[in-house]
């Protein structure tokens, strides 16, 4: 998985949390994270925070989650006004 900053038992936190899970960009990877439990959410990154950041939160997620088979999309995007999040390919939720 390269250089990730996370600790294996972090990143293994996140492939569980984000098993079966599909992201297309950085919105839909933190909402895998705030669609857990807080007391989950507050325990991982009070550890976390001790030797990492938001951007090798990321790094994390963006390793173990991948977009939807059927989006043409690999880059991050803002979605549009009232939409969750969409895709350039025009995959839209």
């Given at each position: 998985m390269g250089n990730?900053?996370?600790h294996t038992k972090h990143i293994d936190e996140l492939r569980?949390?984000?098993?079966g899970k599909y992201a297309a960009n950085m919105r839909q990877r933190w909402d895998i994270i705030w669609?857990?439990?807080?007391?989950?959410r507050?325990?991982?990154?009070?550890?976390?925070?001790?030797?990492?950041?938001?951007?090798?939160?990321?790094?994390a997620l963006r390793a173990v989650v991948k977009p939807h088979p059927s989006c043409?999309?690999?880059?991050?995007?803002?979605p549009a006004?009232?939409?969750l999040w969409a895709c350039t390919c025009g995959l839209v939720a």
């Open positions: 990730l900053k996370l569980t949390i984000c098993a669609a857990q439990p807080a007391s989950w507050y325990a991982f990154f009070e550890q976390v925070y001790e030797y990492a950041n938001d951007t090798h939160v990321d790094s043409a999309c690999t880059a991050d995007q803002k006004p009232g939409v």
